[in-house]
């Protein structure tokens, strides 16, 4: 069965500072990847998607994952933390090629952001 | 906004009861996908519907029921419920055509307390 790794349970940055948020997946191909972000008494909010091609995807607010076939990874990545990316982080897989299936998520990454 | 829209969005019952929770999809979208989230089991996949039927079931107690009525809302049912049930209940749509690679998009989530 596919599974979501997300090795981080909390993560503290500096505002200001880089972020990468590690995840890892086990899946027999090449899965569809997301990223969500949960901000406190929110619900799922997409940042970003890969499906096929260029492996360095952008997103939304400033936010890239780099998708990495070999280390069956999909690490989440921003240049410059804001205050306001202060959230839960959960990487999500989908089964390959029948798309529209549910996604199977990891167990998320606080983030939190200090001055 | 999602446009992805839940009610109510607390829920405060006691054990034994039965409650109903609601989901109206983004317009146009025909899948609709319900999950559940815990501190202990984090996001998990209930069940989705498309158009109408079934198309999927996860992790779904035999106490849990769904349907999705002929206007594409979905009501989830929760019977005898039991303290491990308090969660946050998420719907999410998607324009859900098989074999396509649609977003799932998520709903503020109703957050259930059974005392």
């Known amino acids: 069965a596919q599974s979501v790794t997300q090795p981080d349970i909390h993560i503290t940055v500096s505002e200001g500072a880089s972020l990468e948020l590690r995840c890892n997946y086990s899946y027999g191909a090449t899965p569809y990847l997301f990223w969500y972000v949960q901000s406190p008494g929110q619900g799922l909010q997409l940042l970003l998607k890969y499906f096929s091609g260029d492996t360095l995807v952008q997103g939304i607010k400033g936010f890239e994952a780099e998708f990495k076939r070999s280390q069956s990874s999909f690490n989440l990545r921003k240049p410059s933390v804001h205050w306001s990316d202060a959230a839960e982080y959960f990487c999500a897989v989908g089964p390959p090629a029948r798309g529209n299936t549910p996604l199977v998520f990891g167990k998320g990454t606080r983030l939190s952001v200090i001055a | ?115």
């Open chain 2, 1 to 115: 906004d999602s446009g992805v829209t839940q009610t109510p969005k607390h829920l405060i019952t006691a054990t034994g009861q039965r409650v109903t929770l609601r989901c109206s999809p983004r317009s146009g979208d025909l899948s609709v996908y319900w999950y559940q989230q815990s501190l202990d089991q984090g996001l998990q996949f209930l069940i989705q519907y498309y158009n109408g039927e079934e198309r999927a079931k996860g992790n779904i107690l035999e106490r849990f029921s769904a349907q999705q009525f002929p206007d594409l809302h979905s009501e989830l049912n929760l019977s005898s419920l039991e303290l491990g049930d308090s969660a946050l209940y998420f719907c999410a749509s998607s324009p859900g055509a098989p074999g396509g690679t649609d977003t799932q998009y998520f709903g503020p989530g109703t957050r259930l307390t059974v005392l």
